[in-house]
């Protein structure tokens, strides 16, 4: 149930506020530009819940106007909610104030005293010029035929409408600071707006477009978002309806509605443009009996310039890898023990407040016997500004013991304070156990004691590459006795001479078959589009096969120290194209897509992938002459 009781005067607009603890104070103007010998009206507001005792307002220094009369009124409005009644009231004195001067002139801020408190408003500026006010300003229309009446009368309602539009919506003030600048005659108008235009390369502007009006928008259609070249975007909220909120501008009040707001990361140091959000809306016309005739116009928002500073060189850590804000690392390995030739992962977090989506990992401190098998990340923005980056990284620890592992670092670029720090996770401990069957060796027990003999350390291990074949478990028959060793002995003997046949030959037909089962998975990722993946996994896999070519087995080496392990033949003839490549890959990877141009494109990957078959065919080739 709702009733309204008003008295007298009902001000339209809301001006520059001053809150108190239970009364809200406003001044506000019907216009700011007008010329010498016009009228505006000054209205002071005061809200509160329930009756005080308001004074009459303070006007100090009325420089440039004359007071020509003054008026007051009470409005009280109640309403009933979850079964109460609740009262606001709100007093007005109205100022009729007359131009005297030209120029650029300020109401001073107004003090009212609200049951001894005192409140006081903003200042308010007023442009004072020689032309009349209420003067239309010139638009181009279409063309309509002179003979046809119907359109004779159209184009007279649409000039009484922006008659009418340039006397109730004024051109806001020229130069202030956060006043938007528009013909008199504009129904609506867009805006973007940033909360700061000087950044570093990676950190967050935060952009908003808004619609500014005055008028009634019945609707609105997107005709083009920012293309926003230059910045990586994470949409924060896109409006679904117009959402409008009162505001105030200079001493104008208009209606505000979010269209849709970004978080913009810029990618690269200079000069990046925030380009314009461009829309068509419908605007219902007043008139004396209502509302009139729709009309359609097309605004767009003026660009925005930001300049970006790139991350200082000087003071860059070694580690640093594009993280800027601030975030804290976590490590933890899964599970917390392992067995040799065994896969764990180690997962690695990066959180915080900032864009982790621009974070890579960087190098990890592994023992020598760590294999790095494979890698995979994944990231999220969240709309309160923080972000986290997780990357799981697949190791296969190839022999026994307890292994310290130094903490995960990065380097840490605050914008706030322009300075480097350190984020840096835990040391980490991890346990790896031997199998029953130590790796690829095999240990008889003697005879009636049941004590394991030692290994043979002449006896060479099988390829660390058991596991990507399928080779998870090696099978020994335990015998007891004579008969028991015997067959052991000729299993072993054929086991070593298989070895020794491998040693020569087997490299090219293993690692091929790698190379085709990885390069078979990632034609699946490339026809799903998922290119952020084909770039993960052909690196992996250059890595991996490096890594047994160059007899280091290690995957997370350098890929400088891994062609140094190769053939010369394979070094001299591929290293350039392998460098290029995995540079390809690597950017594919971990590049801000607006940097990528048409290396997405389906194509394009499919010449990548068959680009990286070729080589690497040719490198295990080499391996083995």
């Known amino acids: 149930m709702k009733f309204f009781f008003m008295l007298l005067f009902i001000p339209i607009f809301l001006s520059a506020v001053a809150f108190g603890e239970e009364a809200q104070v406003t001044a506000v103007v019907d216009r700011n530009q007008i010329s010498v010998g016009d009228v505006i009206h000054l209205t002071i507001s005061v809200k509160s819940s329930d009756s005080r005792q308001i004074e009459e307002p303070r006007l100090n220094g009325l420089d440039g106007f004359d007071l020509i009369n ?31 001067k030209k120029g650029t002139l300020t109401i001073p801020p107004v003090t009212v005293n609200v049951d001894a408190k005192t409140y006081r408003t903003e200042g308010i500026k007023v442009v004072v010029g020689d032309a ?8 181009q229309r279409p063309q309509r035929l002179p003979n046809n009446p119907f359109d004779q009368l159209d184009q007279m309602e649409e000039e009484i409408f922006h ?29 973007a707006e940033t909360d700061k235009t000087k950044v570093f390369v990676g950190e967050q502007v935060t952009t908003n477009f808004y619609l500014y009006t005055r008028g009634q928008i019945r609707d609105i259609d997107t005709l083009k978002y920012p293309d926003l070249k230059g910045f990586w975007k994470e949409d924060l909220e896109m409006a679904t309806r117009l959402n409008f909120e009162q505001v105030v501008l200079n001493g104008l009040a208009y209606q505000r509605a979010l269209l849709v707001s970004y978080a913009l ?42 300049e970006v500073a790139d991350v200082p060189v000087e003071n860059r850590p070694s580690n640093y890898t594009g993280a800027v804000g601030n975030f804290r690392v ?8 392992g067995v040799a030739n065994q896969p764990i992962t180690l997962r690695v977090r990066f959180e915080g407040r900032g ?58 670029f605050d914008p706030q304070a322009g300075k480097f720090s350190a984020a840096s996770s835990n040391p980490l401990q991890i346990s790896v156990t031997g199998t029953a069957l130590a790796q690829n ?50 299993f072993a003997f054929l086991g070593y001479q298989a070895w020794n046949g491998f040693r020569r030959k087997p490299k090219r037909a293993s690692l091929g078959l790698i190379l085709r089962n990885r390069l078979r998975h990632v034609h699946q990722l490339a026809n799903n589009n998922e290119w952020r993946r084909v770039g993960v996994e052909l690196t992996n896999a250059a890595y991996l096969i490096l890594g047994q070519l160059s007899e280091q087995g290690v995957a997370s080496q350098e890929l400088k120290r891994l062609l140094e392990g190769t053939p010369p033949s394979l ?46 065919s040719r490198a295990i080739e080499l391996a083995e002459i």
């Open 265 to 306: 990361f810029p990618i690269k140091p200079g000069k990046s443009i925030i380009d314009p959000y461009k829309a068509k809306c419908t605007v219902i016309s007043p008139s004396n009996f209502g509302f009139g005739r729709p009309y359609q116009f097309t605004k767009a928002s003026r660009p925005i310039t930001i």
């Open 132 to 139: 009349p006010s209420g003067q239309p300003m010139a638009r």
């Open 70 to 100: 003054t008026s007051s009124g009470v409005e009280t409005r109640s309403s009933f909610i979850n079964g109460r009644f609740l009262t606001e009231q709100s007093r007005h004195f109205t100022y009729m104030l007359a131009a005297n």
């Open 571 to 616: 070094r001299n003839e591929l290293a350039g194209p392998i460098e290029k490549l995995l540079a390809q890959c690597e950017a594919l990877s971990f590049a801000p897509q607006d940097v990528l141009g048409d290396m997405t494109d389906k194509a394009k990957l499919d010449q990548l992938i068959a680009d990286f078959q070729k080589v690497m």
């Open 441 to 490: 060796q095999i240990a008889p027990q003697a005879p009636g004691t049941g004590a394991v003999k030692p290994s043979n350390p002449n006896v060479p291990q099988l390829p660390s590459l058991a596991t990507e074949l399928g080779v998870n478990h090696l099978v020994s028959a335990t015998t007891v006795g004579f008969t028991g060793l015997l067959y052991f002995g000729v």
């Open 163 to 191: 008659q009418m539009l340039q006397r109730q919506f004024p051109q806001a003030v020229p130069g202030q600071p956060n006043v938007p600048q528009f013909n008199p005659d504009e129904a609506f108008f867009i805006q």
């Open 355 to 412: 864009n982790a989506k621009l974070i890579e990992l960087p190098k990890l401190e592994l023992p020598p016997s760590f294999e790095l098998y494979d890698q995979k990340s994944q990231a999220k923005y969240i709309k309160d500004g923080t972000s986290f980056k997780e990357f799981e990284v697949l190791i296969i620890p190839r022999e026994p013991g307890v292994f310290q592992i130094p903490g995960i670092s990065i380097g840490v």
């Open 330 to 337: 976590t490590a933890q390995f899964e599970p917390t023990t």
